[in-house]
T-cell receptor
Framework: GENVEQHPSTLSVQEGDSAVIKCTYS??????FPWYKQELGKGPQLIID?????GEKKDQRIAVTLNKTAKHFSLHITETQPEDSAVYFC????????????FGIGTKLQVIP | GAVVSQHPSWVICKSGTSVKIECRSL??????MFWYRQFPKQSLMLMAT?????????EQGVEKDKFLINHASLTLSTLTVTSAHPEDSSFYIC??????????????FGPGTRLTVL
């Protein structure tokens, strides 16, 4: 089965700096890679996703890059703000009727004002 | 769009009782819904995959007779924790799969249900 590794497990940055979270996956058939943000006591929110036919995707201050050859993908948050503080999960899955998603362990991001 | 709700948001029950949690996709039809369990400071653990009109597929190690899943319509799935015990206390989260023109694998999550069994 798929195995997703994520690091770092915790990350502290100063407000305005950039934050980078990295993930690797094991299943070469995976081709969908979502990122979720989870605030305390709430469900995960999809913040950005990327598919294997795309190498990079950007949405305002958030960008995700994908290297299929190396089987790794990364989340980049620029100009961090205190409200970016949360736990971020990367995930991987195969496209298809059974869309099981495998999650990384999560990264607790703290943005220091 | 793509809003998923859960009810209740939290529940406290006595050991031995059963608890039902509802998951609804509010503005889209979800052919597939998923149930996850999350312990404090840990990742999400998939419990089962639920397809409308058919039996749920449970992950290895998840007791199907303890965690009953019903997916009666394209907008509603329920998880019933039967004969709950303190070790069942956890954060239960559902997600619903949004079928799009491009793919069938975008999942949107509900806000979660905190279950505490006394």
């Amino acid at each position: 089965g798929e195995n997703v590794e994520q690091h770092p497990s915790t990350l502290s940055v100063q407000e305005g700096d950039s934050a980078v979270i990295k993930c690797t996956y094991s299943d070469s058939a995976s081709n969908y890679f979502p990122w979720y943000k989870q605030e305390l006591g709430k469900g995960p929110q999809l913040i950005i996703d990327i598919r294997s036919n795309v190498g990079e995707k950007k949405d305002q201050r958030i960008a995700v890059t994908l290297n299929k050859t190396a089987k790794h993908f990364s989340l980049h948050i620029t100009e961090t703000q205190p409200e970016d503080s949360a736990v971020y999960f990367c995930a991987a899955s195969r496209t298809g009727g059974y869309q099981k998603v495998t999650f990384g362990i999560g990264t607790k991001l703290q943005v220091i004002p | 769009g793509a809003v998923v709700s859960q009810h209740p948001s939290w529940v406290i029950c006595k050991s031995g009782t059963s608890v039902k949690i509802e998951c609804r996709s509010l503005d889209f039809q979800a052919t597939t819904m998923f149930w996850y369990r999350q312990f404090p400071k840990q990742s999400l653990m998939l419990m089962a995959t639920s397809n409308e009109g058919s039996k749920a597929t449970y992950e290895q190690g998840v007791e199907k007779d303890k965690f009953l899943i019903n997916h009666a319509s394209l907008t509603l799935s329920t998880l019933t924790v039967t004969s709950a015990h303190p070790e069942d206390s956890s954060f239960y989260i559902c997600s619903a799969s949004l079928r799009t023109v491009l793919s069938t694998d975008t999942q949107y999550f509900g806000p979660g249900t905190r279950l505490t069994v006394l």
